[in-house]
């Protein structure tokens, strides 16, 4: 299960509606779940941030890989968190057992940080 954005002010300054984020919960089914792996100095895998690095001709590209996904009938739903005020999109998803670290990640760490990309579709100040 994924705890994977909230709505009211983000770390990114910006502020999303509990309204916006009803409407948009649909959109997080039949997506991927990404993420970066790398190895620390023990070899030890370990999930990293949104990293990217720039072809010679200026392109920016996302080095996040699929490390598993959101099926079409997943539950994505809010749920109120009381002491924090807010509302949380919660929603299931299964993380690849092959192809990546992610699961040996998690079962090491038991909770790690997520973050979700978001296409802004209308905007206002």
């Known amino acids: 299960m994924l705890n994977a954005c909230h709505t009211g002010k983000n770390l990114n300054q910006s502020r ?12 997080f089914r039949n997506r991927p779940i990404l993420g970066y792996i790398w190895k620390d100095e023990d070899g030890n895998p370990q999930f990293d941030s949104h990293n990217t690095h720039q072809t010679d001709d ?12 959101i099926r079409e009938n997943s539950d994505v739903h809010l749920e109120y968190v009381e002491d924090e005020d807010k509302y949380r999109v919660i929603a299931d998803g299964f993380i690849y057992n092959d192809y990546t670290d992610a699961v040996e990640i998690l079962k090491r760490e038991i909770q790690c940080d997520v973050s979700v990309e978001l296409s802004v579709l209308d905007l206002s100040y």
């Open 16 to 27: 999303i509606s509990k309204e916006a984020m009803e409407d948009a919960l649909p959109s």
């Open 58 to 69: 200026g392109v920016i590209v996302y080095d996040e890989q699929p490390i598993g996904h």
